[in-house]
């Protein structure tokens, strides 16, 4: 059965870091196309990043260009979100998410998805 498992959230203090993790089993998702999601109380959920299934492509929301990092370990199975100068306005639950064929920005094209981890960031 394909699962996702998201690790790496907690509390911390703006302009702190945090590093999230996504563990893929029960599919080949090294072919797979990979992004996190994120969803704020009361808000839409929304796009974060996106990697392609080689790494050599790699996309951004504009609210994060230039403060997160994504990246992905194939013989891992693992993808990572590497999270700097952290604000309160990136507190939310934070999703991984995995599909076949390209990045897209819109979650109802994803065919998995983890249970979530959530990020607090304290001012």
């Known amino acids: 059965q394909a699962q996702l498992v998201e690790s790496g959230g907690g509390l911390v203090q703006a302009g702190g870091s945090l590093r999230l993790s996504c563990v893929a089993s029960g599919r080949t998702f090294s072919t797979y196309a990979m992004a996190w999601f994120r969803q704020a109380p009361g808000k839409e959920r929304e796009f974060v990043s996106g990697i392609s299934w080689s790494g050599g492509s790699t996309y951004y929301a504009d609210s994060v260009k230039g403060r997160f990092t994504i990246s992905r370990d194939n013989a891992k199975i693992t993808v990572y979100l590497q999270m700097n100068s952290l604000k309160s306005e990136d507190t939310a639950v934070y999703y991984c998410?995995?599909?076949?064929?390209?990045?897209?920005?819109?979650?109802?094209?994803?065919?998995?998805w983890g249970q979530g981890t959530q990020v607090t960031v304290s001012s």
């Open positions: 998410a995995a599909r076949s064929g390209i990045v897209l920005y819109r979650g109802g094209e994803y065919d998995y």
